[in-house]
């Protein structure tokens, strides 16, 4: 077998053995582009993921020149290029030259830091489940243009990284929904015993409060029926929320259908598109709206509550509002109510901000404000 035959052999034994242990799409394409750098002499590298709308991600890089990778790689994270709108147009079937990269000429031109002589580079879609979702891309100092045996090699990798990708994001979608499956398994059986169970204790009280005259045992057996009745709302809206139907339909028809199974009337407005929230923002978002209204009704004494929900520029804005009784926040501080204090963690955990702003008398607002990805490339 000739030399470049068993080296290439070697490069893709290499990296099919760090695919196949990988778990982590983010961590293993990391490992899997410094290892293609090294086996190959190539010097820089990164990889674009592409969802259904052409919106692209900077999935991994390698080694990118101090010109592309100043703060924090904001030339790779922005506006469109060649490789992109050739991968969007479809004309990107295969490994290619890219004679002129739009973002390595952005950088020339910019002149503030070392291109490291990197000026040309290598494309390469990557596919997997007869999809393409991406591109791998390889420059070198000085290379302008790479042989048709680089190019398969290069499609021979961009092959396994593809299949690789689709393993992990299966096996990502399958773990989701065995948590999904136990949440409404769980909440099926909430419904089938405890909310049976609460049901009939509210009409057993009915029927043996029509027993007695007694009136102390009649008051007695209305405090258990109030009680049992309270008991099966709170049990409505606990399933309710381990079962978030309706959010498919987005936020803010999720939020209206819930305030109605409450009984709160709730005023939604939405100002500019959400469609740049991810599922995990939108499902955040809508756990803390849920928990607001359940205090709203709870403990604001109103029937009315208005949730505003804001896109403005690289944010997005929420607020639930009430003008019912009001409370004082800093009362509240450090003591063990895990209602608002969740709230706060789920926000900052997505790395948002919670604010809640409550006066006596006036009303409560709470309101959220969260960053929208960071990575999530904008078509210019
Ligand atoms: N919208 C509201 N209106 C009036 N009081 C509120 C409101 N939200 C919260 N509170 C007060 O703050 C307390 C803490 O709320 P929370 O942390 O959600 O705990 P919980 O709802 O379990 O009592 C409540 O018990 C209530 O006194
Ligand atoms: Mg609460």
Redesign the pocket.
């Given at each position: 077998m000739s030399k470049p035959r068993v080296e290439k052999l070697r490069t893709l034994k290499t990296i099919a053995e760090t695919l196949n242990q990988g778990h982590d799409v983010k961590v293993t394409l990391d490992e899997v582009l410094k290892e293609l750098l090294s086996l190959t002499g190539l010097q820089s590298g990164w990889i674009f993921l592409i969802d259904r709308e052409g919106s692209y991600t900077l999935a991994a890089d390698a080694y990118l020149p101090p010109a592309l990778s100043h703060k924090q790689n904001v030339l790779m994270c922005e506006g469109d290029c060649y490789c992109l709108n050739k991968f969007r147009n479809g004309s990107l079937t295969r490994a290619a030259n890219i004679m002129n990269c739009k973002r390595i000429e952005l950088a020339e031109q910019l002149n503030c830091f070392d291109t490291e002589g990197i000026t040309h580079h290598a494309t390469v879609p990557l596919e997997g489940g007869g999809r393409s979702f991406g591109l791998l891309n390889v420059a070198a100092a000085g290379k302008t243009l790479f042989d048709e045996d680089e190019l398969h090699l290069l499609e021979a990798v961009a092959f396994q990284i593809g299949t690789a990708i689709q393993r992990m994001k299966l096996a990502e979608y399958e773990q989701k929904n065995a948590l999904l499956m136990e949440r409404n398994r769980l909440a099926q059986d909430l419904h089938d015993s405890v909310n049976q169970m609460l049901f009939s204790v509210s009409l057993t009280a009915k029927a043996a409060k029509s027993l007695t005259k007694d009136k102390t045992l009649q008051d007695m057996i209305d405090f258990i029926q109030t009680l049992s009745q309270d008991a099966l709302a709170e049990m409505k809206s606990l399933i309710w929320q381990l079962r978030p139907e309706g959010l498919e339909k987005g936020l803010p028809s999720a939020v209206k259908s819930y305030g109605t199974l409450i009984g709160l009337t709730v005023n939604v407005k939405q100002t500019g598109s959400l469609s740049s929230l991810s599922d995990e923002q939108e499902l955040m978002l809508w756990r803390i709206v849920q928990?607001?209204l359940?205090?709203?009704k709870?403990?604001?004494g109103t029937d009315t509550a208005y949730v505003n929900i804001a896109s403005r520029g690289k944010q997005i804005e929420l607020e639930v509002i009430?003008h019912?009784?009001?409370?004082c926040a800093e009362a509240?501080d450090g003591l063990p109510?895990?209602?608002?204090?969740g709230m706060k963690e789920r926000a900052e955990t997505s790395g948002g901000r919670f604010a809640i702003h409550?006066e006596l008398g006036a009303g409560?607002v709470i309101s959220v404000s969260l960053p929208l990805s960071e990575q999530k490339g904008r078509k210019m």
């Open positions: 928990e607001a359940n205090n709203c709870k403990h604001a009430d019912g009784s009001g409370f509240h109510s895990l209602g608002i204090k409550s409560t």
